[in-house]
């Protein structure tokens, strides 16, 4: 079965400042795998997607994810930290022999300092 | 441009009340599923269906029941409302494995109280 692990449940940065969150996966097959964040009360968008295409994932808003099959990794990145970047940031995997079923992480806070 | 439509956003039920949250798409998707959200514990899978008159358990199924009769609609019904219920629901949807593209869709959510 897929899982996905983020390894820090906050992450705090300054603004200007890089920002990674950490994400592995673990799946059985080819996986498709998404970054999605979501801000206060609000629902889910879909920053980011991987879906067996190039390794490096560009999304919106400047972040861009780098899937790495050997390191089982999708970390989230952006070279510098807005205000509004500031939110909940979830890791999602997705096989394609499961039904469409997308599993969650359990999710980052990103704050952003001024 | 609608995508995925959840009523009501809102609502404070009492003990053993049942209510059905509504979902609804208009994108044509084959794939659509139920998701609650508790503070810290992510996304966790209730229920999803892969077409008209298909329906599968997800991570956490007790207490809910759904039906698809068609492919825009599929509303999530809770028949005896318990606290451990209270949560964020999302709906979402999206095109199905058959393709690459297999992102969900997700609605704005619906806030439930059990009191």
């Known amino acids: 079965a897929q899982s996905v692990t983020q390894l820090d449940s906050h992450v705090s940065v300054s603004e200007g400042t890089p920002v990674l969150l950490r994400c592995n996966y673990s799946?059985?097959?080819?996986?498709?795998l998404f970054w999605y964040v979501q801000h206060p009360n609000k629902g889910l968008q879909l920053l980011l997607k991987?879906?067996?295409?190039?390794?490096l994932v560009k999304g919106i808003n400047g972040f861009e994810a780098e899937f790495k099959k050997s390191e089982t990794s999708f970390h989230l990145t952006k070279p510098s930290a807005h205000m509004s970047d500031a939110a909940e940031y979830f890791c999602?995997?997705?096989?394609?022999?499961?039904?469409?079923?997308?599993?969650f992480g359990q999710g980052t806070e990103l704050s952003v300092k001024p | 441009n609608a995508g995925v439509t959840q009523t009501p956003k809102f609502r404070i039920l009492k003990i053993g009340q049942s209510m059905t949250l509504q979902c609804a798409q208009d994108?044509?998707?084959?794939?659509m599923y139920w998701y609650r959200q508790d503070p810290g514990m992510g996304l966790k899978l209730i229920y999803y269906?892969?077409?008209?008159?298909?329906?599968d358990k997800g991570e956490v199924p007790n207490g809910y029941n759904v039906s698809r009769s068609t492919t825009e609609d599929f509303p999530l019904r809770l028949e005896l409302a318990a606290p451990s219920q209270t949560s964020v629901y999302f709906c979402?949807?999206?095109?199905?494995?058959?393709?690459?593209?297999?992102?969900?869709?997700f609605g704005q959510g619906t806030r439930l109280t059990v009191v």
């Open positions: 994108m044509n998707h084959n794939y």
């Open positions: 269906s892969v077409g008209a008159g298909i329906t």
């Open positions: 999602v995997v997705s096989e394609k022999y499961q039904g469409g079923k997308l599993i």
């Open positions: 991987y879906t067996s295409a190039a390794t």
């Open positions: 799946s059985s097959y080819s996986p498709s």
């Open positions: 979402a949807s999206s095109p199905g494995t058959g393709r690459m593209n297999t992102e969900a869709f």
